[in-house]
């Protein structure tokens, strides 16, 4: 502490400076005037002085007293009986310190673990004691000059109200005049008075609290150290039991209450506190947890575990959970599709939370309904939680980068073109390509036309090309699709004769939407009635501009009877594969797309596919869509066994377990157990967004449905030969129905018709449709005798034909009103046995009795009912032909004189889609 004076000094400690100085003087200090420094040892001086004269002692005290006081209440009795006793459990720890002469004794291998431990709590005794001699000086000083300052106060408030008083009576003021001044002396010293006994009360509770907080840091401090002294004493080895002495072994301080039974002593008093007569109180948990308490405190004060004993219990009076200071900030995925209830859980919400926010937002939701991923993304970033879009895509985009790492930087060689042949039906497209493989490809056809993908590799003059050729008719739309996804080169078969169809405007629109380059063969040139430029013309309305025309597309006038064209057709192809620079790599596992699929009785699953890069190998694992498998066996495009096939090569393999769908990619896997997950993996996904599109369309339409009439359902059994004349066919069949009625697939599949899928038709009702296929021993005759019809289709006109047909049959009839007969109303007369009677003359057809009237009036309808009554003169009549009289008799209703009679019924006219 740095040096201060004796004015600064008295400041302080809040002292007049003349009692400062004589109180250093008779402490025998040299000082005499206010700005004397003051030492910190003149201090210790002056400090030592008046606690002799206060009858303390100067030196450091031995010990220090500390007192707690709590209340407790004890419940005891029963009923009317039961009364609260208050208990006051009073504790008074004291704390001695030892003398050096007992630490000298010590051994030395005590000393040195004790050592630390009683310095640390010496010198927290020290601080203690030295801030509790401060605090009472301080405080000894202050109320003495409080005191004084209160007698010069009131000494001078006395003097100031005599002086007042004598002033107002020498200057002769009334009487009632200087009452009222002494009054306001008064006043103003009561107040004053007041004022600073609340200054004072103030500062004797400052000083008091900063006291207590002393005491208990004094108080934690001596505990830390005890309990460093206990650590050391249990790390040490005891020394033998003669050698040892009871002082040596104590700790630097110790409770003075801490002897032997005061547990028990302190037990039995809380117990007796609560009886009443002579029975004894119900302990409650609290009560035993109370005593717990009480006894490890004892046990503390002890110095911890007993010798030979068990540990005491320890109970720390705090909560084990602590809530976060922070907003706790989450990545939460948000796939494409997801319940509300799971992505409450993956941002620890619950679902009713979740629910009310998508309330406020105006969306009505439960639990289970599906969300997409705009919506949870807004719900999270909303919440204030990250957002991390998944695709849902991971385990595909897996399989994609094993693929690429295991090809890696394989050697790459030119393969040959994937060309396909389109066009309009019936334009020539199965000639060209048969007079090229020189084989007879249109005659294994049904009808002349081709129904299926086929993929042949020809070898031409111009070297090795692969044809896809697909059908033509409209119904195959999407095959053809598939077919410009995996192709090279487009052919575009136009005939000359008829020129631009709609179906080739799709295959325009097709290979526009692949990027894939056209050749226009414009066929049947070799006939009269042809005409090439009338195509040229009506394909550059299609955007489709020939090299002559200064457009990019080459236009090529072939025969497919006469071979007319041919080889410069192939030129042609040839030409555009050079540019597109075509590569593939090999060596590497192949990779490529399903060209079609199809099941045979005794081989099972046939695929045809076309490797596209790398070799696919017999004995290989392939994965393909929904199916997987091994290759048992493979078959070129001319039916001969093969062992291996290289890029842009079309072969047949067996060895998958159901069949693939016609654009399907395949990959060539190392682990079939990987291949058969990562199918499974596809059809659960797939299943699973059939639902989510089906849920949906449900609640989407779940108020526009009410009310409405009901849809009429046509079941159907479909089976067919081939995988893509399968999907052509149930797209076709999804565009027959209307509003009114629609077609059910109630299970499609490829290969033949079963016993099982008889059984479905039966529990449904449905007709069984075979396209190119037929039903075996046990379904025809389950068939025949449950009556189940069986449909058998090669041409894909007449299964189309027959559906719209039965679609039709079940649209109900349109009502359609006919007039029959008018009647203007001449007269009306009153009849007592027929009531109102209008004498009519009949100007248009024939009125019948039978069938229901309107009444009109001024070209209004009024009146809508039936006749009560027809009659000719006297005799009652059925019709009335025109131009004849005739009274009528309207039923409930009252006709004037004006008024029309128009005679009408309803007809049934069938509908057709």
Same mark, same amino acid.
């Given at each position: 502490?740095?040096?201060?004076?004796?004015?600064?000094?008295?400041?302080?400690?809040?002292?007049?400076?003349?009692?400062?100085?004589?109180?250093?003087?008779?402490?025998?200090?040299?000082?005499?005037?206010?700005?004397?420094?003051?030492?910190?040892?003149?201090?210790?001086?002056?400090?030592?002085?008046?606690?002799?004269?206060?009858?303390?002692?100067?030196?450091?005290?031995?010990?220090?007293?500390?007192?707690?006081?709590?209340?407790?209440?004890?419940?005891?009795?029963?009923?009317?009986?039961?009364?609260?006793?208050?208990?006051?459990?009073?504790?008074?720890?004291?704390?001695?310190?030892?003398?050096?002469?007992?630490?000298?004794?010590?051994?030395?291998?005590?000393?040195?673990?004790?050592?630390?431990? %009683?310095?640390?709590?010496?010198?927290?005794? /020290?601080? #203690? !004691? $030295? *801030? @509790? =001699?401060?605090?009472? +000086? &301080?405080?000894?000083?202050?109320?003495?000059?409080?005191? %004084?300052?209160?007698?010069?106060?009131?000494? /001078?408030? #006395? !003097? $100031? *109200? @005599? =002086?007042?008083?004598? +002033? &107002?009576?020498?200057?002769?003021?009334?009487?009632?005049?200087?009452?009222?001044?002494?009054?306001?002396?008064?006043?103003?010293?009561? *107040?004053?008075?007041?004022?600073?006994?609340?200054?004072?009360?103030?500062?004797?509770?400052?000083?008091?609290?900063?006291?207590?907080?002393?005491?208990?840091?004094?108080?934690?401090?001596?505990?830390?150290?005890?309990?460093?002294?206990?650590?050391?004493?249990?790390?040490?080895?005891?020394?033998?039991?003669?050698?040892?002495?009871?002082?040596?072994?104590?700790?630097?301080?110790?409770?003075?209450?801490?002897?032997?039974?005061?547990?028990?002593?302190?037990?039995?008093?809380?117990?007796?506190?609560?009886?009443?007569?002579?029975?004894?109180?119900?302990?409650?948990?609290?009560?035993?947890?109370?005593?717990?308490?009480?006894?490890?405190?004892?046990?503390?004060?002890?110095?911890?575990?007993?010798?030979?004993?068990?540990?005491?219990?320890?109970?720390?009076?705090?909560?084990?959970?602590?809530?976060?200071?922070?907003?706790?900030?989450?990545?939460?995925?948000?796939?494409?599709?997801?319940?509300?209830?799971?992505?409450?859980?993956?941002?620890?919400?619950?679902?009713?939370?979740?629910?009310?926010?998508?309330?406020?937002?105006?969306?009505?939701?439960?639990?289970?309904?599906?969300?997409?991923?705009?919506?949870?993304?807004?719900?999270?970033?909303?919440?204030?939680?990250?957002?991390?879009?998944?695709?849902?895509?991971?385990?595909?985009?897996?399989?994609?980068?094993?693929?690429?790492?295991?090809?890696?930087?394989?050697?790459?060689?030119?393969?040959?073109?994937?060309?396909?042949?389109?066009?309009?039906?019936?334009?020539?497209?199965?000639?060209?390509?048969?007079?090229?493989?020189?084989?007879?490809?249109?005659?294994?056809?049904?009808?002349?036309?081709?129904?299926?993908?086929?993929?042949?590799?020809?070898?031409?003059?111009?070297?090795?090309?692969?044809?896809?050729?697909?059908?033509?008719?409209?119904?195959?739309?999407?095959?053809?699709?598939?077919?410009?996804?995996?192709?090279?080169?487009?052919?575009?078969?136009?005939?000359?004769?008829?020129?631009?169809?709609?179906?080739?405007?799709?295959?325009?629109?097709?290979?526009?939407?692949?990027?894939?380059?056209?050749?226009?063969?414009?066929?049947?040139?070799?006939?009269?009635?042809?005409?090439?430029?009338?195509?040229?013309?009506?394909?550059?309305?299609?955007?489709?501009?020939?090299?002559?025309?200064?457009?990019?597309?080459?236009?090529?006038?072939?025969?497919?009877?006469?071979?007319?064209?041919?080889?410069?057709?192939?030129?042609?192809?040839?030409?555009?594969?050079?540019?597109?620079?075509?590569?593939?790599?090999?060596?590497?596992?192949?990779?490529?797309?399903?060209?079609?699929?199809?099941?045979?009785?005794?081989?099972?699953?046939?695929?045809?596919?076309?490797?596209?890069?790398?070799?696919?190998?017999?004995?290989?694992?392939?994965?393909?869509?929904?199916?997987?498998?091994?290759?048992?066996?493979?078959?070129?495009?001319?039916?001969?066994?093969?062992?291996?096939?290289?890029?842009?090569?079309?072969?047949?393999?067996?060895?998958?377990?159901?069949?693939?769908?016609?654009?399907?990619?395949?990959?060539?896997?190392?682990?079939?157990?990987?291949?058969?997950?990562?199918?499974?993996?596809?059809?659960?996904?797939?299943?699973?967004?059939?639902?989510?599109?089906?849920?949906?369309?449900?609640?989407?339409?779940?108020?526009?449905?009410?009310?409405?009439?009901?849809?009429?359902?046509?079941?159907?059994?479909?089976?067919?030969?081939?995988?893509?004349?399968?999907?052509?066919?149930?797209?076709?069949?999804?565009?027959?129905?209307?509003?009114?009625?629609?077609?059910?697939?109630?299970?499609?599949?490829?290969?033949?018709?079963?016993?099982?899928?008889?059984?479905?038709?039966?529990?449904?009702?449905?007709?069984?449709?075979?396209?190119?296929?037929?039903?075996?021993?046990?379904?025809?005759?389950?068939?025949?005798?449950?009556?189940?019809?069986?449909?058998?289709?090669?041409?894909?006109?007449?299964?189309?034909?027959?559906?719209?047909?039965?679609?039709?049959?079940?649209?109900?009839?349109?009502?359609?009103?006919?007039?029959?007969?008018?009647?203007?109303?001449?007269?009306?007369?009153?009849?007592?046995?027929?009531?109102?009677?209008?004498?009519?003359?009949?100007?248009?057809?024939?009125?019948?009795?039978?069938?229901?009237?309107?009444?009109?009036?001024?070209?209004?309808?009024?009146?809508?009912?039936?006749?009560?009554?027809?009659?000719?003169?006297?005799?009652?009549?059925?019709?009335?032909?025109?131009?004849?009289?005739?009274?009528?008799?309207?039923?409930?209703?009252?006709?004037?004189?004006?008024?029309?009679?128009?005679?009408?019924?309803?007809?049934?006219?069938?509908?057709?889609?």
């Amino acid at each position: 502490m740095a040096e201060v004076t004796v004015s600064e000094l008295a400041q302080s400690v809040g002292a007049p400076v003349e009692r400062i100085l004589k109180q250093m003087t008779e402490a025998g200090l040299a000082h005499t005037k206010p700005a004397d420094a003051v030492s910190d040892d003149e201090k210790q001086t002056l400090l030592a002085f008046l606690k002799t004269s206060h009858g303390e002692s100067a030196e450091e005290p031995k010990k220090i007293t500390l007192k707690r006081k709590t209340n407790t209440t004890l419940k005891t009795g029963s009923g009317s009986s039961r009364k609260t006793v208050n208990v006051e459990v009073r504790k008074k720890r004291t704390y001695v310190k030892r003398d050096d002469e007992t630490v000298a004794e010590a051994p030395a291998e005590a000393l040195a673990v004790d050592s630390s431990a %009683a310095d640390q709590a010496v010198a927290a005794t /020290a601080a #203690a !004691e $030295k *801030a @509790a =001699a401060e605090l009472a +000086a &301080a405080e000894q000083a202050a109320a003495e000059q409080a005191n %004084a300052d209160k007698l010069a106060e009131e000494k /001078a408030a #006395a !003097e $100031k *109200a @005599a =002086a007042e008083k004598t +002033a &107002a009576a020498d200057s002769g003021a009334p009487a009632f005049k200087r009452s009222v001044l002494v009054d306001d002396a008064e006043e103003r010293r009561i *107040a004053s008075m007041k004022a600073r006994r609340l200054a004072e009360q103030e500062e004797r509770e400052a000083l008091k609290r900063k006291k207590e907080a002393l005491q208990a840091e004094a108080e934690a401090k001596v505990l830390q150290a005890q309990k460093a002294e206990e650590k050391g004493k249990h790390g040490t080895k005891p020394a033998p039991k003669a050698a040892a002495k009871p002082a040596a072994t104590k700790p630097a301080f110790r409770g003075a209450d801490a002897k032997p039974g005061a547990a028990d002593e302190k037990a039995k008093k809380l117990a007796n506190a609560g009886k009443r007569g002579s029975r004894a109180p119900k302990t409650t948990l609290k009560d035993r947890v109370h005593t717990a308490i009480q006894e490890n405190d004892l046990s503390d004060r002890r110095g911890g575990r007993r010798s030979g004993g068990r540990k005491a219990l320890k109970l720390k009076n705090e909560h084990t959970f602590k809530k976060p200071t922070a907003k706790v900030v989450l990545e939460v995925p948000v796939p494409e599709a997801i319940s509300v209830g799971d992505l409450a859980q993956s941002m620890n919400l619950k679902a009713g939370a979740l629910i009310k926010i998508l309330m406020k937002m105006g969306t009505m939701a439960t639990m289970n309904e599906i969300l997409d991923q705009e919506t949870s993304q807004l719900l999270v970033e909303e919440l204030g939680h990250t957002v991390k879009l998944v695709s849902g895509n991971e385990r595909e985009e897996e399989l994609e980068q094993e693929v690429i790492d295991v090809a890696g930087d394989a050697e790459q060689v030119t393969r040959a073109p994937v060309v396909t042949v389109m066009g309009h039906v019936d334009h020539g497209k199965t000639s060209l390509l048969d007079y090229i493989r020189k084989a007879k490809v249109v005659s294994g056809e049904a009808g002349g036309i081709t129904q299926h993908i086929g993929a042949y590799r020809v070898p031409t003059s111009k070297g090795d090309i692969a044809f896809l050729d697909t059908p033509g008719h409209a119904a195959f739309t999407a095959m053809r699709a598939r077919g410009a996804q995996c192709t090279d080169v487009v052919i575009l078969v136009v005939a000359a004769d008829d020129g631009v169809m709609p179906q080739t405007e799709e295959a325009v629109q097709h290979a526009k939407a692949a990027g894939v380059p056209l050749v226009v063969a414009i066929n049947k040139c070799d006939k009269e009635s042809a005409d090439p430029e009338r195509v040229k013309n009506e394909l550059s309305a299609k955007e489709v501009i020939p090299e002559e025309w200064g457009g990019d597309t080459q236009f090529i006038n072939v025969s497919a009877h006469t071979g007319e064209g041919i080889e410069e057709l192939l030129e042609a192809v040839s030409l555009q594969a050079e540019l597109l620079e075509l590569k593939a790599q090999i060596g590497v596992p192949g990779r490529g797309v399903v060209v079609e699929s199809r099941m045979e009785k005794g081989r099972g699953v046939v695929t045809t596919v076309l490797v596209q890069n790398g070799e696919l190998k017999r004995g290989n694992i392939i994965l393909a869509g929904q199916s997987y498998g091994r290759v048992r066996a493979m078959t070129n495009d001319h039916g001969k066994a093969t062992q291996e096939a290289g890029p842009s090569t079309p072969v047949e393999i067996l060895g998958l377990d159901s069949a693939p769908a016609a654009g399907d990619d395949f990959v060539i896997l190392s682990d079939e157990r990987k291949a058969r997950e990562m199918a499974q993996h596809r059809a659960e996904l797939e299943s699973q967004q059939r639902m989510d599109r089906q849920q949906a369309a449900k609640l989407e339409n779940m108020f526009e449905n009410m009310g409405a009439d009901e849809v009429k359902i046509l079941p159907v059994v479909l089976k067919t030969d081939v995988r893509g004349s399968l999907e052509a066919i149930q797209s076709a069949l999804a565009e027959l129905g209307n509003e009114e009625v629609q077609v059910n697939v109630i299970v499609a599949g490829v290969g033949g018709i079963t016993e099982n899928d008889i059984n479905l038709a039966l529990s449904s009702g449905a007709i069984a449709l075979g396209f190119n296929v037929r039903a075996d021993a046990n379904g025809r005759k389950l068939a025949e005798a449950e009556s189940v019809e069986i449909r058998y289709y090669s041409i894909i006109y007449q299964l189309l034909d027959d559906v719209k047909a039965a679609l039709s049959g079940m649209l109900d009839p349109e009502r359609v009103e006919e007039i029959v007969g008018i009647a203007d109303v001449r007269e009306v007369f009153r009849s007592p046995k027929f009531g109102q009677v209008a004498g009519c003359m009949v100007v248009e057809g024939t009125v019948f009795r039978s069938k229901p009237i309107r009444v009109l009036r001024d070209n209004i309808v009024i009146f809508e009912g039936e006749l009560e009554s027809l009659r000719r003169f006297k005799d009652d009549v059925n019709d009335v032909r025109n131009g004849t009289e005739c009274g009528i008799g309207v039923k409930n209703y009252d006709v004037k004189v004006g008024d029309q009679i128009e005679v009408f019924e309803v007809k049934e006219v069938a509908r057709s889609l």
